[in-house]
């Protein structure tokens, strides 16, 4: 459709992290008003609080506000996947939706930036850029390897169409989504990739999923994510959910069989290349090299245990 909206939904999933909704909850209705102003246009405006403890612990500090733009739902049902698709039923009226995370904060202009390329590009979906900001400074391992250097897809402009998006900073339009169908895919749940499957099975459909480079978030980075460990397993939870939506989408019988090879062979090598790399880096002190390789071999490995069907659940207990 790609009309003007007459309704905007922003939505956030949160889970034990109520600490940081009072700040960030005024800052996401004001990009409400801020969109209204630079586009000149009129539109009913809610934020979404999707809480994901069943015990409802962050009902407090969503309410405080006492803003009637501010709607507080529990869904009970764990996993990332069961809060964003709270938020699609929750805007069943609504005509455009963006989600952001809890542990975000946006850019001054991220609504109105996010709703102009949607209006230019007559865009069923917008993605744009998130960047990492550090609490804690990196160790060398990590400083060399480059993962909090700044945000993904840094190469695409405004307006480059793409198959496949993050939750984490996005906008639908649910007029679209709706009249599609497509829903968050519960097998991804609690895996991660969810958020890859929904948008590829959107751009497969027909929908137009384009960037918006303007459209900028920051995401914070606590010390526990900026160390080695948590680095590893998160490229091997990456290769294992990216590997299962690879196959996902191949068609059951010789075409998934295929596919299912073609990733072994694919994650094999990533894991073999990604040892020797590691192991020539530690011998030549080059701890760009090590990094790089460790991180290569993890993603691999997870692919192939993906494969096998081993799942990797980094959201069983939090969402974020």
Not at 110 to 125: G, I, M, P, Q, R
Not at 163 to 191: C, H, K, S, Y
Request: hydrophobic share 40%; with cysteine; glycine share 10%.
């Amino acid at each position: 459709m790609n009309e003007t909206p007459q309704t905007v939904d922003v939505a956030m999933a949160t889970f034990h992290r109520e600490d940081r909704l009072p700040s960030l909850i005024p800052i996401l209705l004001a990009q409400g008003e801020a969109a209204e102003r630079a586009l000149d246009i009129k539109f009913r405006f809610r934020v979404l609080v999707i809480d994901n403890d069943p015990d409802g612990s962050a009902r407090v500090n969503s309410t405080a506000t006492g803003d009637s733009r501010v709607h507080y739902v529990v869904e009970s049902k764990p996993g990332v996947g069961n809060a964003r698709n709270r938020a699609l039923r929750e805007g069943s009226e609504t005509d455009v939706l963006a989600f952001i995370d809890d542990d975000e904060v946006p850019h001054a202009d991220w609504l109105s930036k996010l709703l102009a390329t949607h209006l230019e590009y007559k865009a069923d979906v917008v993605a744009g850029p998130a960047y990492p900001v550090l609490e804690v400074d990196l160790n060398p391992w990590m400083a060399a390897s480059h993962i909090y250097d700044g945000p993904q897809r840094s190469h695409l402009r405004t307006g480059d169409v793409i198959t496949r998006a993050a939750t984490n900073n996005m906008l639908l339009d649910l007029r679209t989504v709706r009249r599609l169908g497509i829903t968050f895919d519960q097998r991804f749940g609690m895996t991660g990739g969810e958020d890859s499957v929904f948008t590829q099975q959107l751009s497969d459909a027909g929908a137009t999923i384009v960037w918006s480079a303007e459209a900028g978030v920051n995401y914070w980075v606590p010390a526990e994510r900026a160390v080695r460990k948590y680095a590893l397993e998160r490229s091997y939870s990456l290769g294992n959910s990216g590997v299962r939506a690879e196959v996902h989408f191949a068609t059951p019988g010789s075409d998934r069989l295929f596919c299912q090879c073609k990733w072994a062979l694919i994650c094999a090598g990533s894991f073999v290349k990604g040892s020797i790399q590691a192991l020539f880096g530690r011998a030549t002190s080059s701890l760009a090299m090590q990094a790089d390789g460790e991180l290569r071999a993890m993603g691999g490995l997870g692919g192939l245990a993906g494969l096998i069907g081993v799942l990797v659940t980094p959201y069983g207990t939090k969402n974020t």
